[in-house]
């Protein structure tokens, strides 16, 4: 009997060894949670309380397997919160959060609202882990890590296709804003941030609008845009005073 490949991934915390037929049982998850999800809002809709409850069930059953298999490369880094250059990142959460309060239009009722706000929390746990904590880490350990969150964003956005009403506007937020995760991951190694990060901002997108009436979407592009500039800039900066100070 042929043995299993076991493929190394290093990267500059620690190296981990993961078995092909794990990354397929990973796959293969995700695949049948995007299969149930989808049917979730197909037979209830997107903005119901079944459908969110059916979906939230599937988000915390996969991201306890996605812990299970893969706890060592979801939690490979190490977690730094140093304050180099911080201005550029502050300016970049006021531009992101300023996104829901300027474009934000859900229109949902109060109880729904605090619905999505509460299930914003295993939507980002669930998310976090899989494309940060496991695409994004497989990537950089091949591309590096500023391509391994171009990647991993372009792969974010592609898998949201089906759960949400196709827009420039709505792919365009899901991929610069998977940009400014990836980079706030890639800067701090902490999983948790990016976690903390996008369950906010989903949050907030709960209660909106909250400026009335809120701008046109596409507006949202410009506060956007500076938000990602801004914390690509910050995660750039402190890459090259770490490389720096190393040297």
């Known amino acids: 009997m042929e043995a299993e490949t076991t493929q190394p991934i290093m990267n500059s915390e620690m190296p981990y060894k993961f078995k092909a037929s794990t990354i397929l049982v990973v796959v293969a998850v995700e695949l049948l949670y995007m299969v149930g999800s989808r ?119 592609a898998w949201h296709i089906g759960t949400w009403e196709p827009s420039v506007w709505t792919f365009g937020q899901i991929f610069f804003v998977g940009l400014v995760l990836g980079l706030v991951y890639v800067r701090t190694g902490s999983i948790l941030a990016a976690i903390v990060l996008h369950t906010l901002y989903d949050a907030v997108f709960s209660f909106t609008p909250l400026m009335r009436p809120p701008l046109e ?22 890459r090259s005073t770490s490389g720096a100070t190393s040297a």
């Open 217 to 238: 979407q596409n507006w949202g592009f410009v506060p956007l845009a500076i938000a990602v500039a801004a914390v690509w800039y910050w995660a750039q900066a402190a």
């Open 39 to 157: 049917l979730a809002i197909h037979y209830y809709s997107a903005e119901s309380f079944q459908a969110e409850l059916i979906r939230t069930i599937l988000r915390c059953v996969t991201a306890l397997i996605y812990l299970d298999l893969m706890r060592a490369l979801i939690m490979s880094k190490k977690a730094s919160f140093d304050t180099v250059r911080v201005a550029p990142l502050v300016i970049g959460m006021l531009a992101l959060f300023a996104i829901p309060v300027l474009v934000g239009n859900y229109g949902l009722s109060t109880s729904l609202a605090l619905l999505f706000a509460l299930t914003s929390i295993p939507v980002a746990i669930k998310e976090e882990f899989l494309f940060r904590g496991i695409v994004q880490n497989l990537l950089e350990s091949r591309y590096g890590a500023m391509r391994a969150v171009f990647y991993t964003s372009v792969i974010f956005t």
